[in-house]
């Protein structure tokens, strides 16, 4: 028997999709209503409420249907592979692939997107994600800074139920409603309205443009855009309208320009997967590897796309030991450490390759750090560290659970030193996956190790949001996969 691996895979994304989106549904207490009131005019009554029912609302049970009638296709075409060629089955599961990721992601942000158009802007939407930063955007237009501002006379008031700190302070970086601004101007002068989502949705279909193309196999192809595109916490965040897959975007792009210029110095064919050989630059005055300027334009591409990334959220930045590392990996040589009489020249040539990154920093964040950098540190760090005035509250799904357990703090908005816990166990994870990336310095280690450091630092902090395990999931599948070895 033919194993379709790819098959069994889809099978279980698209149920656990489906049933995700259903359980959500369930803390939407009004949108029957709502989605009877968003499709009146052109739904025939009748057909309305014979598809309604408890569980889910008649729209969605509609986008439910034609993905299970995509996947059985997908199905289909898998039993017809030996009728068909190479070619045209990879073409029609992946076409079958994308297909059921509008329908099942594309297809629900509309519906939230529609339903709170008609309702009100708190509603079927993620507080941060798209409401706050849709303010500041309107801070931005106005002349004030969001870090200096605050959000209780806003629509974020009304959203949540307890502890609503993030009315004191924006979490984020410049970028995060920068780069939104002139869509936000041509949305309101087209559709006399905005949602924050507009633009993730098509960072997001980006995504997967983009990661297809790093995969280096067929199979490979189809496995990155199912496992990325149906993400079951990260498509989640991006129908809902959590950031993170922003991020994700800036850094992938990065990656993909990194790939582009491995190609023009290794002069191989776009989905070479071999990295240049390791040599020892003791005076620094040249390379194993000639430079040439198309080179030299993607690698300040790639550059700049990190920079962006590390200018939204510092989670970005948690990639810069490995990126680094991975600029320098035809000059580092076969030790762990380089002697001392190597450094300088090593932070040299990193500086001749990473400038671009200072530069966007600079450029994006610099105004905001001088016009008021208490504010910028107190919105972005402190809050998130306990530190603030009125801090982030500590929750989630790692070890600050055992802390509220054993009564370690008396509430939740109570300091704890977890800096002392992100320290002790992510040094050694980041001296661990650099030792490992040292050994085989590609594209893949690098996002691997940027998974590892980041997920246990996560994990040892005051909050690890289940957002953040579909933002590491979505870099674990481009580390597994951009990177494997062969072709077909």
């Known amino acids: 028997m033919r194993k379709s691996f790819d098959v069994l895979l889809l099978f279980i994304l ?3 999709r489906i049933r995700i989106d259903t359980l959500a ?11 009877r ?5 052109w739904w025939p009554v009748s057909s309305f409420n014979l598809l309604e029912e408890w569980l889910s609302d008649p729209v969605t049970l509609m986008l439910i249907s034609t993905a299970i ?8 075409v898998d039993l017809l592979t030996d009728f068909l060629s190479q070619q045209t089955s990879y073409r029609l599961k992946l076409g079958l692939i994308y297909s059921i990721v509008v329908v099942l992601v594309f297809g629900k942000a509309f519906l939230l997107i529609g339903l ?34 605050n959000y209780l006379d806003t629509a974020m008031a009304t959203w949540g139920i307890e502890f609503r700190t993030a009315l004191h302070h924006y979490p984020y970086l410049p970028w995060t409603f920068v780069f939104p601004t002139p869509f936000y101007l041509l949305s309101q002068a087209t559709l006399g309205w905005y949602d924050q989502r507009f633009i993730y949705l098509v960072l997001f279909g980006l ?16 496995m990155i855009v199912m496992l990325m595109g149906l993400n079951p916490i990260l498509a989640s965040d991006v129908i809902f309208g959590q950031n993170d897959s922003f991020i994700l975007f800036w850094i992938l792009l990065g990656v993909w320009f990194l790939r582009l210029r491995d190609n023009a110095l290794l002069g191989t064919q776009a989905d070479s997967l071999h990295p240049p050989a390791s040599s020892n630059l003791a005076d620094g005055s040249s390379s194993s590897i000639q430079q040439t300027p198309k080179a030299t334009r993607y690698l300040i591409l790639a550059n700049l796309a990190y920079g962006l990334a590390c200018a939204s959220k510092p989670t970005a930045w948690f990639l810069a030991p490995f990126w680094a590392l991975y600029l320098l990996k035809d000059n580092w040589g076969d030790q762990f450490i380089p002697p001392p009489s190597q450094w300088l020249t090593l932070f040299k040539l990193l500086m001749q390759r990473v400038w671009p990154i200072f530069i966007v920093m600079l450029v994006v964040v610099g105004p905001w750090a001088l016009w008021s950098p208490d504010a910028l540190i107190d919105d972005v760090w402190r809050w998130s560290s306990g530190t603030a005035d009125v801090p982030y509250q500590i929750r989630g799904w790692g070890l600050s659970n055992f802390v509220l357990a054993f009564q370690l703090v008396p509430d939740r908005l109570a300091f704890w030193p977890f800096w002392a816990t992100e320290i002790l166990l992510a040094t050694p994870i980041l001296l661990l996956t650099l030792w490992r990336q040292r050994r085989s310095n590609n594209l893949g280690q690098m996002l691997y190790g940027h998974v590892s450091l980041l997920f246990v630092f996560f994990y040892s902090s005051r909050f690890l949001n289940e957002n953040y395990l579909g933002y590491l999931a979505g870099f674990l599948i481009l580390a597994v996969l951009i990177d494997d070895e062969g072709t077909e």
């Open 14 to 16: 698209v149920m656990a």
């Open 25 to 35: 549904d369930l803390v939407l207490p009004n949108r029957h209503a709502d989605v």
């Open 116 to 149: 709170r158009h008609i309702t009100e802007p708190s509603a079927y939407t993620h507080d941060g994600g798209v409401i706050q930063t849709e303010v500041t955007i309107d801070y931005f237009l106005s002349g004030k800074s969001p870090y200096i501002e």
């Open 69 to 76: 009638t995509l996947l059985i296709g997908y199905v289909l």
């Open 207 to 222: 995504t997967l443009i983009l990661a297809q193309s790093l995969a280096p196999t067929r199979s490979d192809k189809l």
């Open 37 to 41: 009131r968003l499709v009146e005019g």
